[in-house]
């Protein structure tokens, strides 16, 4: 049971141009949403967070949206950069014991030259 | 933030035997984190490590195969018991500040290939 799903396993943008990075989830009880960039053989790093009482969150050229009637969120990277190339984990927080977040299975962002 | 360290940074090991990850942060962190990532697939977490108590384990994953040690707060270590080819993944240890702890801070990971 994915309770943090991102649908595109890749997706290619031209360099300068809008990247949008999607993501769905099923559990309401979700209060943080954040967004994890990954280079090969580094372990993820935080990129941005927002609140499951907000619907957006800007820091410069990232900025997420959250949806929560529709249970989706997106990431927006303008402009696209070449060293935005990486894989771009989406997560949840759940409270509870131990406040653990759940990852989805990552989208592959190529930036075109 | 935090600076974090893997050893080792990847390792080839023999089916049916053990292997120790070790995870060194260079500040104290209350809360430490064991996750897996399969090929292809998302970071699992395995379990939380904080210090002085013992870890707690998620659904699917047990102390006598993931034994975890959290012997102060700056050190951490991962042991994958009695390994077969479906332990292949890589392991990572993260950490978080507790009023912040969606915003977690990994290591470069583990590459363990059993064969």
């Known amino acids: 049971d994915q309770q943090v799903k991102q649908n595109s396993p890749s997706l290619s943008v031209q360099e300068g141009r809008i990247s949008i990075l999607n993501c769905d989830y099923t559990?309401?009880?979700?209060?943080?949403f954040l967004w994890y960039k990954k280079y090969p053989a580094e372990g993820p790093t935080f990129l941005i967070s927002?609140?499951?009482?907000?619907d957006k969150n800007e820091d410069g050229r990232f900025t997420v949206f959250l949806n929560k009637s529709a249970k989706h969120l997106s990431l927006h990277i303008v402009p696209s950069q070449p060293g935005d190339s990486a894989v771009y984990f989406c997560?949840?927080?759940?409270?509870?014991?131990?406040?653990?977040?759940?990852f989805g299975k990552g989208t592959r962002l190529h930036i075109l030259p | 933030s935090a600076v974090i360290s893997q050893k080792p940074s990847r390792d080839i090991c023999q089916r049916g035997t053990s292997l120790t990850i070790q995870c060194q942060v260079d500040?104290?962190?209350?809360?430490m984190f064991w996750y897996r990532q399969q090929p292809g697939q998302s970071l699992t977490l395995i379990a939380t490590?904080?210090?002085?108590?013992?870890?707690?384990?998620e659904s699917g994953f047990v102390i006598d195969k993931f034994p975890i040690s959290r012997p102060n707060l700056t050190f951490s270590t991962l042991t994958v018991s009695n390994m077969s080819p479906e332990d292949s993944s890589i392991y990572l240890c993260?950490?978080?500040?507790?009023?912040?702890?969606?915003?977690?801070?990994f290591g470069p990971g583990t590459r363990l290939t059993v064969t």
């Open positions: 993260s950490v978080a500040v507790r009023y912040r702890s969606y915003e977690q801070y």
């Open positions: 559990n309401s009880m979700f209060d943080y």
């Open positions: 927002i609140s499951s009482i907000k």
């Open positions: 997560a949840a927080r759940s409270l509870g014991r131990d406040d653990k977040i759940i």
């Open positions: 500040s104290q962190v209350t809360m």
């Open positions: 490590a904080n210090q002085g108590s013992e870890a707690t384990y």
